[in-house]
């Protein structure tokens, strides 16, 4: 093997728990191992993050990855970590979600050379779409239990909560189907491993269990932690929601600027978990971080390593210009280079104003921008007054009291931001 996966996941913070001969199982050859992909939407989240690159080392220390797009587990809906059963999807909406989500799995695993080892995307719905209701009882469901199903913590605490809904029969038999799941690719691809967050380990465990009783084998199960963050705000949500890997539900300008405002606590954990950083080169990383934190040089490398392997390097050289725009010195050309969502989000909540596009053809006064027609400042003495005391910028650079807009001024052909000072913005959105 090129390297021992659970030692790497070890020093990366990564590992939570693993079945007894998990680490040795995986140091005798190359081995498979899978983990499960909720498909409820057409993008990964950073929240499923973890996983991936859970994938991906295993995939680096020499062995099989297996992506397992949740196809049937989706029309079901895990009750762990759930307070309320989810919506169910249609067959046509997973299919769609399944090829957007290879898309972003490509980033990260190798699914097209020809290595033994290549990755491999599954679908449990074609597995499981042509099994009866009376065949899956027969055959999978008398190998387990009641007693062994509701000892599981996912489905103790959803029946001990207080949800006047309880627990649907589909969602108790959740745990059946996952691990059938694990049965089916342990038969069909000599698969012994099922990677999964803290959360799912009683979910992995049933498919252990299958394998026993019914494939006659065995299975490993091994378990990342749950990652939190140090003020205890929830990982990988904002005001606005999920931070996705798609660019058109998250811009990359967001995306990178959600790395670059983590604590410092948080930069050196996260460091360890979303990059391929070695061991020494995170461990100079910290120590230079310590002696000027406020250089947050750990922020900063997090934030470039994750943006490029996400998206790309021109995403990340636009998100770091959009963001010296804010910060930093810059002209009216870094303004008119960024694209009409990257300027919205750089500018977000900043008041803006409606103007005609008939008034900017024929041109309008600096002072009638300002109060009048614009209404950034009260009136136009206090227009006036700015002026003379050279504190107005329009597009970042400073104007007079005689200066005019016009179509030159426009951004993307319809934003002209206004300045007083360093950090008062306005802008004019023209209609």
Known sequence: MKSNFVAELKWRGMLHDAMPGTEEHLMTEMQSAYVGIDPTADSLHIGHLVGVMMLRHFQLAGHKPYALIGGATGMIGDPSGKSA???????????????????????????????????????????????????????????????????????????????KEGMSFTEFTYQLVQGYDFLHLYRANNCTLQMGGSDQWGNITTGTELIRRIGGGKG???????????????????????????????????????????????????????????????????????????????????????????????????????????????????????????????????????????DIEEGVDIISALAEKGGFLKSNGEARRALKENSISVNKEKVKDDYTLTKADLINNKFVLLQRGKKNYFLLRVV
């Open 220 to 358: 490993y199960a091994l378990t990342c932690p749950l990652i939190t963050k140090a003020d205890g705000t929830k990982f990988g949500k904002t005001e606005g929601g999920n931070v996705w890997l798609d660019a058109d539900r998250t811009s990359p300008y967001k995306f990178y600027q959600y790395w670059l405002n983590t604590s410092d606590d948080d930069a050196e954990k996260y460091i360890k978990i979303f990059t391929f950083l070695t061991e020494q080169e995170i461990s100079g990383l910290i120590e230079t971080h310590k002696e000027a934190p406020h250089l947050r040089v750990l922020q900063k490398r997090l934030a470039e390593e994750i943006t490029t392997m996400v998206h790309s390097k021109e995403d990340l050289e636009n998100a770091i210009k959009a963001s010296a725009i804010l910060f930093g010195k810059s002209t009216s050309k870094d303004l008119k280079g960024l694209n009409e969502q990257t300027f919205l989000d750089v500018f977000d909540g900043v008041p803006q104003k409606e103007i005609s596009a008939l």
């Open 85 to 163: 059963e989810r919506n169910l999807l249609d067959e046509k909406t997973l299919r769609h979600n399944q090829d957007a989500l290879k898309g972003q799995l490509a980033r990260f695993l190798d699914f097209n050379s020809d290595a033994d080892n290549a990755a491999i995307l599954v679908n449990n719905y074609d597995w499981m779409k042509n099994f009866s209701f009376l065949e899956f009882i027969r055959d999978v469901g008398k190998h387990i239990t009641v007693n062994y199903m509701m000892a599981k913590d996912s489905v103790k605490k959803r029946l001990s909560s207080e949800a």
